[in-house]
């Protein structure tokens, strides 16, 4: 019995060192490139957002579309500006899941965004201006929102 062991033992080990081995003569792969997310605060925004929400709610639909909703576009404008990849913002991982797998099918290179701040600024920066009478500029946003999700 403890020959039978013994024998597992030392066959594990062979495999752990074989699989070892093929790792090491593997080509290694470049690192993956940094998303431009990363220069990007969530936290930052969600709080703008948060701000931008709370004067919509007060009203002050003008001062949510030129302060925090304006500074949030700016930032993601700004960070993905020069990407060549689609951009998507999903709320969970089936979401994200589901744009990578339609942008595969596509054939279009993707960038999926874990928090949904961009989308939810363009939405809320349509609401704002569909509020104030202005509905060409809340179809505008509403259509930039719709096009991240």
Request: glycine share 6%; aromatic share 8%; net charge negative.
């Amino acid at each position: 019995m403890a020959a039978a062991f013994l024998r597992m033992g030392f066959a594990l080990l062979g495999l752990g060192w074989g699989a070892a081995c093929y790792a090491q003569a593997a080509p290694v792969a470049p690192p993956p490139e940094t998303p431009a997310s990363s220069t990007v605060d969530d936290a930052a925004q969600e709080q703008l957002l948060q701000q931008a929400m709370a004067q919509i709610k007060a009203g002050r639909n003008a001062d949510a579309i030129n302060g925090p909703l304006a500074q949030v576009i700016h930032t993601y404008e700004t960070a993905y500006a020069h990407s060549k990849k689609q951009v998507y913002c999903a709320q969970t991982l089936t979401e994200a899941l589901l744009y990578s797998s339609i942008a595969s099918t596509n054939h279009q290179d993707s960038v999926v965004l874990s928090k949904p701040n961009w989308a939810m600024a363009y939405y809320l920066r349509g609401y704002a201006y569909g509020s104030l009478g202005d509905l060409l500029h809340a179809e505008a946003s509403l259509k930039q929102a719709l096009a991240l999700s």
